[in-house]
């Protein structure tokens, strides 16, 4: 195994291991898009994305150039009260924690939920690819919101209602520390 990616990506604490692993993987371009598929000689019929079915599908594409993210990030921005989400790569979407002005809770949370979105369409991906089922933009809005909420509650302490965090209220802690 190559591990010398390994430390390129950011685990985040919060949220399970699958979607981290997931993560982790998709930096790497392991996991197994048409694009990558057809780099080890697998003979594919169709290499379009199912999403958009406009351009090859590999994992900037999926997750950053496509329309349907595109449209789901814009959401997602508005969501989270940050500037507009524009990336152009896998890499980009996970560092944009950095750049949109978050901190603290918020911060760590929005990270999580950079994975959880990618995760989701990743999933609405191959729900399309094999069973047919097309992706739905409120799917999986709703989707993320929901799962986001179940695994901070569980995992970041997050002290906010589901309510709350549909308006992307999070509150930095019960107890903060005074210094
Ligand atoms: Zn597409």
New binding site residues.
């Given amino acids: 195994m190559d591990f010398s990616n390994l430390n390129a990506f950011e685990w985040c604490s919060w949220i399970p291991n699958k979607c981290n692993i997931f993560g982790w993987r998709a930096e790497m371009g392991r996991i197994p898009t048409a694009s990558a598929l057809r780099k080890r000689n697998i003979q594919i019929a169709d290499s379009?994305?199912?999403?958009?079915?406009?351009?090859e599908?590999n994992v900037d594409?999926?997750f950053s150039?496509?329309?349907?993210?595109s449209r789901l990030w814009q959401h997602i921005s508005t969501w989270c009260k940050v500037p507009n989400i524009f990336v152009f790569s896998f890499k980009d979407l996970l560092d944009l924690h950095n750049f949109v002005g978050l901190s603290g809770k918020k911060k760590e949370i929005f990270y999580g939920l950079m994975i959880i979105v990618c995760w989701c369409i990743w999933r609405a991906r191959n729900s399309f690819k094999f069973q047919n089922k097309k992706a739905r933009m409120e799917g999986i809005i709703g989707e993320v919101k929901v799962l986001g909420f179940l695994w901070a509650k569980s995992r970041a302490k997050l002290h906010n209602s589901l309510d709350q965090f549909k308006t992307f209220t999070i509150a930095e802690s019960e107890h903060p520390v005074s210094e």
């Fill in positions: 379009l994305c199912v999403l958009c079915e406009s351009a599908e594409h999926l150039g496509c329309i349907f993210a």
